[in-house]
Nanobody
């Protein structure tokens, strides 16, 4: 059974950058559209960005556009989320997930365990 493992989280100052990675075990990421989601304390889990598995199409949440980039590296079986100009409101646990792509919406069905991102001075 495929599992996803996130890494790259940590503490960063406002305005800083982080690169999150999602790798798979027990299977390959190549077969899945992949999304990044996040959950801040006291809030629901929300989509950040998604990337399809076959045509390079991506989609972003409004507050991720222009700051975050999702990239598939199929040769390394990795999906990355480059996050720039981070703000305190970006602090959350970030999850990668296999998703169904439904008219531009990403519907998750296999979750990773998450990686913590803290944005603080």
């Amino acid at each position: 059974q495929v599992e996803f493992v996130e890494s790259g989280g940590g503490l960063v100052q406002p305005g800083g950058s982080l690169r999150l990675s999602c790798v798979s075990s027990g299977g390959t990421l190549d077969n899945y559209a992949i999304g990044w989601f996040r959950q801040a304390p006291g809030k629901g889990r929300e989509v950040v960005a998604c990337a399809k598995d076959n045509d390079g199409q991506t989609t972003y949440a409004d507050d991720a556009k222009g700051r975050f980039t999702i990239t598939r590296h199929d040769s390394k079986d990795t999906v990355e989320l480059q996050m720039n100009n981070l703000a305190p409101e970006d602090a959350a646990v970030y999850y990668c997930a296999a998703v169904h792509w439904k008219g531009g919406r990403c519907v998750p069905f296999i979750w990773g365990r998450g990686t913590q991102v803290t944005v603080s001075s």
